[in-house]
């Protein structure tokens, strides 16, 4: 880093942001180390918490316990817990799922676990959910009855081959992602990819990626974004899961060592830094 300040490091650089959850929390943080933000959600949180689908499986486990929780992200366990005390149920699913043996994500899935004074058994080391699938496929007996609290990717594979192995799966969507609010927006951040007017662009979920993708695909510019991606603009994610199907689609991508967007806005910041230096 030569003619920028060290506090500055992403002065003179624009970043487009795809977040839909915390957006301002990170525009925030960039812009504390002098980046110009574009900010495009590129997809929408609808909670389920009046969805058939999940009164049906927060019945299904207090009528017949499970022996496994999988809980992938913290705010769906507690979304979860919070639409079941509105139904006034809140309590004896509590009480089911300590009977069974929990297994988590992550730190911030930890937390909410703990928060409603459960006890997780293990947590994926890197927060991947082919770790959590390596572990039910490893430690657990076939025939086992599993429940795996969805988080707007419905998990295909990974239930398909918990149920190849012989468990029973019980599927929890407790939200899903959907169209975002402001689709101009989005079109508009695919563009400024394809021209290579940004430096760089987070992700923070696997379905941002996906949304982005989707735009890009409707307009017939998924090429070209690639490679945008491949060759100027910086595709920065929050960890290996969020960076999964970038990798897929060939993007060359980056994540921090720590799978949180503190560290991630700080590794963006000295990977540009490093390339201007």
Known sequence: MSATAPETPLAGSTIGVTAARRVEEQATMLRRYGALVRCAP?????????????????HELLEHPVDVIVVTTGAG??????????????????????????????????????????TEEWTAPNETSDEMLDYLLGEFPAGLRIAVQVHGDPMTDFCAALRTA????????????????????????????VRRELEAVTFTSAPAVSGLFRRAEALGAEDEMVAAFSDRVLAMSVGPVTAHPLMSRDVPTLWPQRNRTGAMVRKLAETLADRSG
């Not at 590129?42 to 927060?58: E, G, I, K, N, Q």
């Not at 817990?81 to 509105?86: F, I, K």
């Open 42 to 58: 590129t997809m929408r949180t609808v909670p389920l918490s009046d969805d058939h689908r999940l009164v049906d499986a927060s």
């Open 77 to 118: 366990l507690t979304g979860w817990v919070q639409a079941a005390q509105e139904w006034g149920i809140g309590a004896p699913l509590v009480q089911a799922m300590a009977t069974a043996r929990i297994v988590v994500r992550g730190p911030k899935a930890k937390g909410a676990v703990r928060s409603v004074d459960l």
């Open 166 to 193: 012989g468990a029973t799966v019980i599927e929890v969507p407790v939200y899903r992602w959907t169209e975002p609010e402001d689709v101009g927006a989005v079109d508009d951040l695919v563009t400024a990819v």
